[in-house]
């Protein structure tokens, strides 16, 4: 078993690399564990992940935020190699709706205990991905975050704030078509089109009760004005809190197995697990059920 941890990540940051590789050490060796730790940047990371991922049987547990394990869930996805995580991200969103604990000892328990399970993946344009993709506001708040964090250096938190402003000023709306599986189209005029790998709950502030429905859901907000849409977070967690769903008028949600997305734009950004990248169109995305096996608490 080999453990890569993110030495960038928020959590490592905050602890220190050294501290948390010797509090991991000192789990491993408590739960009779034989692994090597290696504490890693981005790229690094990375490229001993896809070292490893070659293996047969290959055990890699990925410490890291979103992006960084969905980076590495893409390499496993679809092989015999087995995913573990440990949540030392900023906010490990994959890992809450995998049920892990958020602690690292509680995490460090989960990859003792060797319970293995099949979850979903998704993909546009042959990308994997483990939560989900989106294009419009979002891909170019990411940018734009990412850009402040190295003009200020300072952490994704503190850099979120100037970088919505400067997303909300700009025009970050498309025009697209969507093509579902039937082969029907329809026209949107959206600032932010979400594609999540299973249903995300909105009226739960976005978290996923199941990994494992083989579907995509598929969230478009309509543009209606840039404060609308500044305020519609804190209306989608008062309606939530209400228990009250959202008014059509401000997103249109669908269930399907695959879809496509067409653009006059020969390229989109899109935001993939919280990274962003170029790819050309159309965007084709489609469920993968059951392609990504796990480290996760055993059902009760």
Not at 81 to 90: E, H
Not at 162 to 177: C, G, K, T, Y
Not at 211 to 227: D, S
Request: aromatic share 4%.
């Amino acid at each position: 078993m080999t453990i890569l941890a993110n030495k960038t990540a928020g959590t490592v940051q905050r602890a220190g690399a050294d501290d948390l590789q010797r509090r991991l050490r000192e789990g491993l060796d408590k739960r009779g564990l034989d692994a090597t730790v290696e504490m890693l940047d981005g790229a690094q990371l990375m490229d001993r992940a896809r070292q490893l991922a070659g293996e047969r049987d290959q055990t890699l547990v990925v410490g890291g935020g979103d992006g960084t394990i969905g980076a590495v869930a893409a390499l496993l996805a679809g092989t015999d190699g087995i995913l573990g995580v440990l949540p030392l991200g900023t906010l490990n969103h994959f890992s809450k709706d995998l049920g892990l604990p958020t602690d690292l000892e509680g995490a460090l328990d989960v990859i003792a205990a060797g319970h293995v399970r099949t979850v979903d993946v998704a993909e546009v344009n042959g990308q994997v991905f483990v939560n989900n993709s989106s294009i419009g506001l979002y891909p170019f708040l990411v940018a734009e975050r990412t850009a402040e964090q190295r003009r200020r250096g300072v952490g994704k938190l503190a850099a979120i704030l100037p970088a919505l402003w400067r997303s909300l000023r700009a025009r970050a709306w498309h025009r697209v078509r969507i093509v579902a599986e039937d082969g029907k189209g329809r026209q949107h005029r959206t600032s932010l089109l979400f594609v999540g790998n299973n249903f995300y709950d909105l009226a739960a502030l976005g978290k996923r009760a199941d990994l494992c429905a083989g579907e995509l859901c598929v969230h478009v907000v309509k543009h209606r004005g840039w404060w609308r849409l500044a305020l519609l977070p804190f209306k989608i967690a008062l309606l939530g809190a209400l228990g009250r769903t959202l008014d059509p008028g401000d997103i249109e949600s669908l269930r399907v197995k695959a879809l496509t997305i067409e653009s006059r734009r020969r390229r989109l950004r899109v935001a993939i697990d919280g990274e962003t990248v170029k790819l050309p169109t159309p965007l084709t995305y489609r469920t993968l059920p059951g392609h990504l096996r796990v480290l996760a608490p055993a059902p009760p």
